[in-house]
């Protein structure tokens, strides 16, 4: 089974996957190594990236010099297709012309989603965040607690590939023995950073990232993650030998053509098609599920995007894991008879809490660093170092004024320069030019640091989406409105950022590059801004106030499973998709069994 | 490549021959915008949302440049101006910056569409100050004749208010030269940029670096 066009298709599958990212390609993965038959459906074209990953071109090889465009909005080498905030002929709406209650959704439009640009940040939810509000009484708690989902965590880890160390620090989970890569060593500025962040409390360690800085061990991992199912283990050990380490140049958002970073089309899609279980077509835009008159899901009528042909493929299980918000719309816009508010929504939550992650961020230019001899810190293609969040005691004690913590992401940029040029350089120099430009160059590159905090937001009433009245896709398909608005919460989270980072840059003996404000509201990036999109179809133990069960089953269609991030009922401040992974495989195994139990 | 994905208005000529007659230019600038390399936006498209990454473009690739004669001569010696030959590494013009500002300011997106309007006007108040000074163009003056009129443009936070829009425009200018220049492998060396090469092991800075950083453990 390979890739398929809209004709050949076969009649009936096991289970159609709606998505190629990292909730249909880990989805997909479980099923056909566990012997189903799956048809992936994906709306953008195929791409291989052992052929299409720019590895070594420089900035100077691309139009522009590399710097991003409203094409490519990442820069030109980012591995994005088709895609960005923006989606040619795919317009989403907003409901307030007001850019604060704006939401900005982010698509890509290519086989294995945004897991081919992804920054590889591959962080555990921890045991609180699953049950939150059960410590604050905010928001709402997952009907799953961490140990329910460590197995998984624990499977993802071995499968993907994850550099980083057990530090046994609060509600930052640590991986078995064994599972983890060894981190790589911290570049200049952050080895910096990490001794002076210690005076001010702030913990800097190891990050995880999805990046292999050795070959996996295929002598051990493949029976660890297929226990008892010796054809899984003997394609994943030839697959994981297939998998280089890191060669420790180009930056992993263009993709890796040797795999030795995490996307789904070098590490879920490959092994899954060796299978022979799974085909895959690309171009195809699904619409909508459709029902049995028994009320089990049929199938899913998509468009060839190819001729615009509207086309019926029929399983016997569906799985949605087009991205949280384009599964909130696949659900909406399916309205067969007796469902007038769309698929799965009888508790009416579908759309609802839509969440992203609060993200603010200041630069800094630090002296110490000047003028350093040069030195290759290309690395691992991106961070070696970050702070989880840390001051939970704090908080515990009513000291921060805001709810729930943030992570910072850090680094100093000695990074090739791009066509934008170096303009914070020449205006540091008091607008030099001539000789004296280019020695400042020298002294000046490297020597600047930015501080990002990725904090946790609360879900509210007030960031939703749902179907557009009148305006529809070129495709003739319904498009999402949304509704944003950051609470008091996220606001007071920013600031509290700023003044954190701003503090770290003082720490270093530099100087925050000067903006001119610091508060929350005008700091905080817009609502999607960060493209950690998640909940608008929460999982939970009621029917009446959740989509699914704690599996991801919808409660109102037996056959019918979410397995990305609409389901989350919280977006905990670690990047979310080590657990869309998680909570993917999780679903595939339940599926499996039911269908084992002749049950779905 | 995509129609749809073009950002910037599509501006037939009609309408460009409309906007130039309207816009708030001097007679110099008109006779200027006649012969080509009008500030007007680009019409031409982008490379779209699939681009081929893996081959290598030069300017002209991808939409066609736009500097008039008289328009390149005048960015060739600013940008040595503002990068010259040094005992590092070559001028600007010598590893072909003039080509890449041309690039950019054809380019048919909203950022550069901006810079166009401030650049191509820059370019031509140079010219214009250079005439009034000294009696000829920028291009035609000496050394010290450019040095002067730099001198009172480098800087935005320090220029006379009559120069502050040239000093907005000399900003540009600098920031656009440099990104040319410091993407060329010899503006990629000289900053000190040295990677981009496979190794079998990253072994973090050495330990001179770590000793000037103060890190001891």
């Known amino acids: ?600 | 490549m995509n129609l749809e994905s073009t950002p910037s208005p599509r501006v037939d000529r009609r309408t460009a021959i409309k906007w130039m007659l309207t816009a708030s230019a001097s007679a110099l600038l008109w006779d200027q915008r006649l012969v080509g390399g009008t500030s007007a936006p680009s019409a031409a498209r982008g490379y779209g949302t699939d681009p081929d990454l893996m081959r290598a473009y030069k300017p002209g690739d991808v939409w066609p440049l736009t500097l008039s004669d008289a328009q390149r001569r005048t960015v060739t010696v600013l940008c040595d101006m503002i990068l010259p030959a040094d005992e590092v590494s070559p001028s600007a013009s010598a590893v072909g910056v003039p080509d890449f500002v041309d690039e950019w300011i054809s380019a048919p997106y909203p950022d550069q569409a901006r810079d166009r309007t401030v650049i191509l006007d820059g370019l031509a108040w140079l010219d214009a100050e250079s005439a009034r000074r000294f009696g000829y163009d920028f291009a035609a003056c000496g050394h010290m004749q450019r040095t002067a009129i730099c001198d009172d443009i480098c800087s935005e936070a320090t220029a006379r208010p009559e120069f502050s829009k040239a000093a907005r425009f000399f900003d540009r200018f600098r920031a656009v030269t440099s990104g040319g220049y410091y993407t060329t492998p010899e503006g990629t060396n000289d900053i000190g940029y040295v990677g981009n090469v496979a190794l079998t092991r990253f072994d973090g800075p050495p330990p001179e670096v770590l000793q000037r950083l103060g890190i001891t453990d």
């Open chain 1, 1 to 600: 089974m390979p890739f398929v066009t809209p004709d050949t298709t076969q009649d009936q599958y096991d289970a159609i996957v709606v998505g190629s990212g990292a909730a249909g390609g880990q989805a997909a993965y479980t099923l056909t190594m566990e012997g189903v038959k799956v048809l992936m459906l994906e709306a953008g074209r195929r791409y291989d990236p052992a052929t299409e990953t720019p590895m070594f071109q420089t900035n100077g090889m691309a139009p522009l010099g590399g710097i991003g465009t409203p094409d490519k909005s990442f820069g030109f080498y980012d591995s994005t297709v088709d895609g960005g905030w923006e989606v040619p002929g795919e317009p989403y709406t907003n409901a307030s012309a007001d850019p604060e209650r704006q939401f900005r959704w982010w698509r890509p439009r290519m086989l294995g989603g945004r897991t081919n640009h992804w920054a590889r940040h591959a962080l555990r939810n921890g045991p609180y965040d699953f049950k939150y509000r059960s410590r604050d009484g905010l928001g709402f708690d997952w009907p799953v607690t961490y140990d329910d989902v460590a197995p998984y965590y624990d499977k993802v880890e071995m499968l993907i590939g994850v550099y980083g160390a057990n530090l046994g620090m609060e509600n930052t989970p640590d991986s078995p023995e064994g599972i983890l890569l060894p981190p790589p060593a911290p570049r200049a500025g952050e080895r910096l950073a990490q001794h002076r962040a210690r005076k001010l409390g702030v913990p800097i360690v190891p990050f995880r990232r999805a990046v292999l800085t050795q070959p996996l061990d295929f002598t051990t991992l493949p029976a660890r993650i297929h226990p008892g199912n010796a054809r899984a283990q003997r394609i994943l050990v030839d697959d994981m030998k297939a998998r280089a380490a890191c060669l420790w140049a180009t930056p992993c958002g263009r993709g890796c053509s040797i795999r030795a970073n995490y996307q789904s089309t070098t590490v879920h899609i490959p092994p899954a098609m060796a299978t022979g279980n799974l085909d895959i077509l690309p171009n195809a835009m699904a619409r909508e599920v459709t029902l049995r008159p028994d009320g089990t899901a049929d199938g899913v009528i998509y468009i060839d995007k190819r001729t615009g042909a509207e086309r019926l493929v029929r399983a016997r299980v569906v799985i949605l894991a087009a991205g949280a918000c384009e599964t909130v719309r696949i659900l909406l816009n399916s309205k067969p008879q007796g469902f007038p508010r769309g698929l799965a929504n009888s508790s009416g939550i579908v759309g609802r809490y839509i969440m992203d992650t609060v993200g603010a961020g200041i630069g800094g230019q630090i002296p110490l660093l000047e003028g350093l001899p040069p030195m290759n810190e290309d690395g691992a293609g991106g961070s070696h170092l970050y702070a989880p969040w840390w001051l939970y005691k704090e908080q515990a004690a009513g000291k921060l004024g805001f709810p729930r913590g943030y992570h910072i992401e850090f680094g100093a940029d000695r990074s090739p320069p791009a066509g934008n040029g170096i303009g914070e350089i020449a205006a540091l120099a008091g607008g030099s030019y001539g000789r004296k430009l280019k020695a400042d160059a020298r002294r000046y590159y490297g020597s600047f640091m930015f501080f990002s905090g990725r904090g946790e937001m609360i879900p509210n009433e007030k960031s939703f989406c749902e179907i557009d009245p009148s305006v529809k896709d070129r495709w003739g398909i319904p498009v999402l409105r949304f509704h944003w608005q950051w609470s008091d919460h996220e606001l007071r989270q920013a600031q509290h950022m700023l003044s954190t980072f701003s503090d770290l840059v003082v720490a270093m003996g530099g100087k925050v590059i000067p903006r001119p404000e610091y508060s929350g509201r005008q700091s905080i990036s817009q609502g999607g801004f960060i493209i950690h999109e998640v909940g608008g179809a929460m999982m939970g133990s009621d029917p009446s106030t959740s989509a699914t069960d704690r599996w991801g089953q919808t409660w109102d269609v037996k056959n019918l499973f979410l397995a990305d991030g609409a389901t989350f009922c919280s977006n905990a401040d670690k990047n979310p998709t080590l657990t869309i992974m998680a909570m993917a495989w999780r679903t595939a195994d339940r599926i499996v069994e039911k269908m084992r139990r002749k049950d779905a």
